[in-house]
């Protein structure tokens, strides 16, 4: 069964750390890749996403992520968190035209000020 | 532009009701899907709706079940509510020919079962 793994359950980091959180998916053919963000007391919110053409994707706020396909991975990167980001991390995979969206168990990540 | 909405926010039920949630989507999107978030736990999909119908369903049981409308607004019907059905549920809504595959997610309905 396809199933996307998201190694860490929480990360705690002092701002101006640099991220980086860990996707891997078990499905081999075309897939879309997705990272969510669910900052606390709102809904889930897109932040970056890869359909195909450049692996290194960017997104909103300073975050990125890199596909790399035979490694079958997907993280996500930031250079210099901020308090702000404190939130909770989805890493998601659709196939092709399929609709519906598998997720990882997501990352909680916190950051001191 | 508004976005996702769902009703109620919140709702507490006795195992063995029943309950209905409902989703409005974001203008110009005609899909709509559900997920189920138990606590600690990323969404796991329940069904997808397009043009009335359901495209797809997940590994969830005939208790749940759904409907679209015209408007493109949705409702999912759980049937004898079990205590492992306490979870936030989500819609999400799309546009199936889109060029882009993106969900759109709305904020959740907090379901209790005691």
């Known amino acids: 069964a396809q199933s996307v793994s998201q190694h860490n359950h929480h990360v705690i980091l002092s701002e101006a750390a640099s991220l980086e959180l860990g996707c891997n998916y078990s499905?081999?053919?075309?897939?879309?890749l997705f990272w969510y963000v669910q900052y606390p007391g709102q809904h889930l919110q897109l932040l970056l996403k890869?359909?195909?053409?450049?692996?290194l994707v960017k997104g909103i706020k300073g975050f990125e992520a890199e596909f790399i396909k035979s490694k079958f991975s997907f993280n996500l990167r930031k250079p210099s968190v901020q308090w702000s980001d404190t939130a909770e991390y989805f890493c998601?995979?659709?196939?092709?035209?399929?609709?519906?969206?598998?997720f990882g168990k997501g990352t909680k990540l916190s950051v001191k000020p | 532009d508004a976005g996702v909405t769902q009703s109620p926010t919140h709702l507490i039920k006795t195992r063995g009701q029943q309950v209905t949630l409902r989703c409005s989507p974001k203008?110009?999107?005609?899909?709509v899907s559900w997920y189920q978030q138990a606590l600690g736990q990323g969404p796991q999909f329940i069904f997808q709706?397009?043009?009335?119908?359901?495209?797809q369903r997940g590994n969830f049981p005939d208790r749940f079940s759904g409907h679209q409308f015209p408007n493109y607004s949705s409702e999912l019907n759980v049937n004898a509510l079990l205590l492992g059905d306490s979870a936030l549920y989500l819609c999400?809504?799309?546009?199936?020919?889109?060029?882009?595959?993106?969900?759109?997610f709305g904020p959740g309905t907090r379901l209790t079962v005691t």
């Open positions: 999400a809504s799309s546009f199936l020919r889109g060029p882009t595959y993106e969900q759109y």
């Open positions: 499905y081999g053919g075309t897939v879309n």
């Open positions: 890869y359909f195909s053409g450049d692996p």
């Open positions: 998601a995979v659709n196939k092709g035209s399929q609709g519906n969206l598998i």
């Open positions: 203008s110009g999107h005609d899909t």
């Open positions: 709706y397009y043009e009335e119908e359901e495209r």
